[in-house]
């Protein structure tokens, strides 16, 4: 199926007893960032997991890096060129940050202990934990060990990276910190985000696919993502009822998206706007700080 740089499913199903969290998904990734988009349950870390090869699909084709993951030689190839950040990873508190990395490193077969511990030194400094790696992962904040994390992914400076909510728990800062490091890791590598912050998306994807009960349901830019809320956010002085979702902003006005009145007061649609109008499960009214 694919060749080089990429990752592939091709009619891929997944299912759990009852529940179908994949039905016959195709989506071929290539080069740069691409952000996974889907409610809870739609099926993301299920896709997300069958690319990492963690998980064997009931059906249909996987090509990473142009290799099929069903031989157990293939797979072991894949791995070593695959970096993954599940959703939780399995932190052992009482290893140190350079441990736990290195830990890693054993399971992705770098044998040489001096060539390992450069490495493991070389990607806690990409993600600016340098001074922390003799620290006890207990003893770091949630966002440092989530850099940990990501950190993990990278040894071996894989071709492909899958992350899973890389940024959730993270504070503004750090948020950034981290957009910014994924967007350089864009640069010459394939890498899948699934998030659920479509600012995340906005600021650092060059596609974005939409998952919906298994199903992909947009795959485009984020710009026409959002451009499906064009002319169909509006302010409004009064909560509106014509809207199909709307919200009090900070200033005191109404944020409405839907199909605006005549003469509506329209605003500039973003992403998250396109993303809801898509899904059609636009949320309740909510009222915001
Ligand atoms: N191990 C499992 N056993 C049974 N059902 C599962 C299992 N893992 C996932 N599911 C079900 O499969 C569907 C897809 O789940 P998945 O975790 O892939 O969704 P998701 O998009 O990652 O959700 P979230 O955004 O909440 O993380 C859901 O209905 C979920 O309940």
Redesign the pocket.
Known sequence: MAGGDTAAVRNVT?R??G?V??NSVSLTLSEGVTGLL????????????TLATALVPDSGDVAVLGRNPGSPGRRQEIRRNLGYLP?SPGFHRHFTAFEFVDYLAILKEITDRRRRHDEVRRVLAAVGLRDERGKRLKALSGGMRQRVALAAALVGDPRVLIL??PTVGLDPEQRLRFRELIADLGVGRTVLL?T?QTEDVAALCRRVVV?DR?EVRYDATPERLSGVAEGRVWFSTERDPRAAAGWRTGRGTYRNIGSPPEGARLAEPSLEDGYLLLLGSVPEQREAA
């Open positions: 997944v759990y007893r529940t969290a994949l889907g409610p809870n349950g739609a099926g993301k870390t299920t896709l997300l997991r959703q899973d909510e699934s659920h998952l298994g």
